[in-house]
């Protein structure tokens, strides 16, 4: 492996996803990466760290967001990730709202959405 930026990058997606998750994102990332697994129907609501009560409204759009950021952060292709400075342009950009609620939207509605986010 050539150590790079996008190796800060990928890092940077593994933590946050740790942090929205409340635990370690092993088993996820494996999913993402491998094309016999299919996790599409995953809801996001369950990715989410159980320990919190779901969030609504704004917050629920912020976390969408960065769940979205995350994922295009572990693209399997380190020259498809995006560079930090995206990254932080996209974090700091105001979302619009919800196409859905937290309880609706698939994990495989994330990863396909990454593609627009970043």
Known sequence: MEVNEKCDVFSFG???LEIIMGKHSEDLISSLS??????????LKDVLD???SL???EVAGEV???????????????QSRPTMQQVSQEL????PHL???LHTITF??????????V
């Open 14 to 16: 593994v933590l946050t």
């Open 34 to 43: 491998s094309p016999t697994i299919t996790i599409g129907d995953l809801l």
């Open 50 to 52: 159980q320990r919190l």
């Open 55 to 57: 969030p609504t409204n």
């Open 64 to 78: 969408l967001s960065i769940a979205k950021i995350a994922i295009a952060c572990l693209h399997t292709i380190p």
């Open 92 to 95: 700091s950009t105001r979302k």
């Open 99 to 101: 196409p859905n609620t």
């Open 108 to 117: 495989g509605e994330v990863v396909d959405l990454r593609v627009s986010t």
